[in-house]
Antibody
Framework: EVQLLESGGGLVQPGESVRLSCAAS????????MSWVRQAPGKGLEWVSS????????YYPDSVKGRFTISRDNSKNTLSLQINSLRAEDTAVYYC?????????????WGQGTLVTVS | QSALTQPASVSGSPGQSITISCTGT?????????VSWYQQHPGKAPKLMIS???NRPSGVSYRFSGSKSGNTASLTISGLQADDEADYYCSSFTTSRTVVFGGGTKLTVL
C-alpha cells in the first residue's frame, strides 16, 4: 500500500524558511517522479514543484521559482521541499504526491498534508 | 500560467447525472491528452478519479467518466450518490512542462 507521510509544517514568521519532508513507503520510491501541491485555506489546489525520479530534473511554476527547492533522497525514500523568504500567501496545506512512472502529468497518490502557517 | 476554468458549483439529485467542465487553452488542455480529475472531500486529501482524459484508475466507480473536445475537458458522474458530494478539480500538463489546476467545482447532491 502506498503511503506518504508529510512533516515539518507549523507556525513560521514572514521571511523565515521551512523545510518540509515526505516519507514514502509501499512502492519503489526511486522509480517514480514526485511532487508537491499546496492548498491555501478555503482555496483550490496549486502545483508548486516536481522532481524527476533520479533527482536530476526539477520543475516549478513561475510563482515560486527561486524561493522553493524540491529535492529527494532515494536511499532514504524521502522527498523534501525547502521554502525560503516565507510570505503570508504561502500559508497552506502542503501535500506530497506521487507521480505515475517518470511523468509529472498527474498525481496518483497523495499524503494527508502538512499545514504551514506564515504569521 | 492561468488556472483552468471550472464552474464554481453544480448540483444534482440522487440518481441523476451531472457534468463538470474544465476549459483551458491550446497550451494546456488542448495540447495533450493529459487532463486529470480529482475528488476532494472536506478535510481530506485529493483522490485521483480520472487520468489522461478518460482513464479510470483501479477502484474508481464506473459512474465516473471523462472526455475532451478541443480546449475543454469534462467530467461526468452518472447515478449520483450522496457520497459524491465533494469538490472536484481538473488539472492539465502544459506545453511549458508545468501542471495547472482548475479552480475547483463544489458538487452538491440535493
Amino acid at each position: 500500500e502506498v503511503q506518504l507521510l508529510e512533516s515539518g509544517g507549523g507556525l513560521v514568521q514572514p521571511g523565515e524558511s521551512v523545510r518540509l519532508s515526505c516519507a514514502a513507503s509501499g512502492f519503489t520510491f526511486s522509480s517514480y517522479a514526485m511532487s508537491w501541491v499546496r492548498q491555501a485555506p478555503g482555496k483550490g489546489l496549486e502545483w508548486v514543484s516536481s522532481i524527476h525520479y533520479t533527482g536530476g530534473s526539477t520543475y516549478y511554476p513561475d510563482s515560486v521559482k527561486g524561493r522553493f527547492t524540491i529535492s529527494r533522497d532515494n536511499s532514504k525514500n524521502t522527498l523534501s521541499l525547502q521554502i525560503n523568504s516565507l510570505r503570508a500567501e504561502d500559508t497552506a496545506v502542503y501535500y506530497c504526491a506521487k507521480n505515475p512512472e517518470r511523468s509529472i502529468r498527474l498525481f496518483d497518490y497523495w499524503g494527508q498534508g502538512t499545514l504551514v502557517t506564515v504569521s | 500560467q492561468s488556472a483552468l476554468t471550472q464552474p464554481a458549483s453544480v448540483s444534482g439529485s440522487p440518481g441523476q447525472s451531472i457534468t463538470i467542465s474544465c476549459t483551458g487553452t491550446s497550451s494546456d488542455v488542448g495540447a495533450y491528452d493529459y487532463v486529470s480529475w480529482y475528488q476532494q472531500h472536506p478535510g481530506k486529501a485529493p483522490k485521483l478519479m480520472i487520468s489522461d482524459v478518460s482513464n479510470r484508475p483501479s477502484g474508481v466507480s464506473y459512474r465516473f467518466s471523462g472526455s475532451k473536445s478541443g480546449n475543454t475537458a469534462s467530467l461526468t458522474i452518472s447515478g449520483l450518490q450522496a457520497d459524491d458530494e465533494a469538490d472536484y478539480y481538473c488539472s492539465s500538463f502544459t506545453t511549458s512542462r508545468t501542471v495547472v489546476f482548475g479552480g475547483g467545482t463544489k458538487l452538491t447532491v440535493l
